[in-house]
């Protein structure tokens, strides 16, 4: 894929509700590309009378559209046209993907985009398979656990990587009959859009599937205690899942499905049948995304026999890295998303040293 002119890509600073795009909120902020600090969109921060109207909109569509009713195969055949529609425009969300977040065009082009389509596919796989059970009873007794949509879920991403995240969180959700109001990132808010444009394309109701754009103290807060909202889904930091888990709780109880933070430590023997693989995959393990994923190999434990040729190669391979711009195609190690991000990783390392490695 070609490099691309960061300036002439085109972004929605808008809402979507109810199939089109919305404006407004109480206020709006200015966001910035991770590869050279400009600003270059702003975004509407929601407040919770806008929130409040994508959360009604939903539920108005789950109730009077024939999402929940209609033939679960029938479900799956929007989603599989919606996977389809998004590998028809891959040149043009990989780009809008790579300009604003952290993901190198390379790897938003030949992983991000096809994988977001994929994961849709799988999940609308289990459009017809979500079933009930029947318990065991007497025979003039009949007893059976049914599944049911919950109605409006909210999901809230994080800005990693924004498509494919958002796509796990609304598919499987959408799959099961459920209407979703997602926030993504406000780091990150502009690539989900165009995913909501092609799920109207493929068929999907208009309000089934609403993006409200906001911070988290704001429109996910918002979101959280909305007495509509009947489950949510989150991906982020420890801290923030405590805080929407509380925030859950003052409208009532509801179930909350949580991905957090993590530390994942990668462990290598003396008798790793191939070293020079092992620690290629040790150094992918955690410059992937400049190790802005959960599962970032952010720890490395090596059996004193080979540490000193694990460390040696190691240092080869990231010489090998080239980092650049979002849009530099030969870019192999992206941006850190954010100044603050950059900082807190900067006090990480220096307490490790400080304490001596450990």
């Known amino acids: 894929m070609e490099r691309f002119d960061p300036d002439r890509v085109a972004v929605r600073s808008a809402h979507f509700i109810g199939g089109q795009y919305v404006a407004g909120g109480a206020q709006a902020m200015d966001v910035r590309r991770p590869s050279d600090g400009r600003v270059y969109a702003g975004v509407p921060l929601a407040d919770a009378d806008l929130v409040d109207r994508a959360v009604q909109d939903a539920w108005r569509a789950w109730k009077?559209?024939?999402?929940?009713?209609?033939?679960?195969?029938?479900?799956?055949?929007?989603?599989?046209?919606?996977?389809?529609?998004?590998?028809?425009?891959?040149?043009?969300?990989a780009q809008l993907e790579a300009v604003g977040s952290t993901r190198p065009l390379k790897d938003a082009a030949a992983w991000d985009v096809p994988f977001t389509a994929d994961g849709i596919r799988f999940f609308a796989e289990w459009a017809d398979k979500?079933?009930?059970?029947?318990?065991?009873?007497?025979?003039?007794?009949?007893?059976?656990?049914?599944?049911?949509?919950?109605?409006?879920?909210?999901?809230?991403?994080?800005?990693?990587?924004?498509?494919?995240?958002?796509?796990?969180?609304?598919?499987?959700?959408?799959?099961?009959?459920?209407a979703v109001v997602l926030k993504p990132s406000e780091m990150t808010p502009f690539s989900v859009l165009r995913l909501a444009e092609l799920a109207i394309e493929a068929g999907m109701p208009a309000g089934i599937f609403n993006i409200v754009q906001g911070?988290?103290?704001?429109?996910?807060?918002?979101?959280?205690r909305h007495p509509r909202i009947a489950k949510v889904t989150f991906t982020g930091s420890t801290r923030s899942g405590a805080a929407i888990m509380a925030a859950c709780a003052e409208s009532g109880t509801k179930p909350v499905t949580l991905e957090l933070g993590g530390k994942s430590p990668q462990v290598v023997f003396a008798d790793a049948p191939d070293l020079e693989r092992t620690v290629r995959t040790v150094a992918r393990a955690i410059t992937l995304n400049a190790g802005q994923v959960c599962v970032a190999g952010s720890r490395l434990i090596v059996e004193r026999a080979v540490a000193d040729r694990v460390v040696e190669r190691l240092a080869a391979v990231f010489a090998e890295l080239k980092a650049g711009t979002t849009w530099d195609p030969d870019a192999t190690l992206g941006p850190i998303i954010a100044r603050r991000e950059m900082d807190r990783i900067d006090g990480i390392v220096r307490r490790t040293i400080a304490a001596g490695g450990r």
Do not use: F
């Open 215 to 224: 911070d988290g103290q704001g429109a996910g807060a918002a979101l959280c």
């Open 130 to 178: 979500i079933g009930g059970d029947i318990a065991p009873t007497r025979t003039d007794h009949l007893g059976m656990t049914i599944a049911e949509p919950y109605g409006v879920i909210a999901a809230i991403a994080p800005w990693n990587l924004p498509l494919v995240m958002a796509s796990w969180k609304v598919a499987p959700a959408l799959a099961a009959g459920n």
């Open 64 to 93: 009077t559209s024939n999402w929940a009713r209609c033939a679960p195969r029938e479900r799956a055949r929007v989603l599989r046209r919606w996977a389809d529609l998004i590998d028809a425009d891959a040149q043009a969300l």
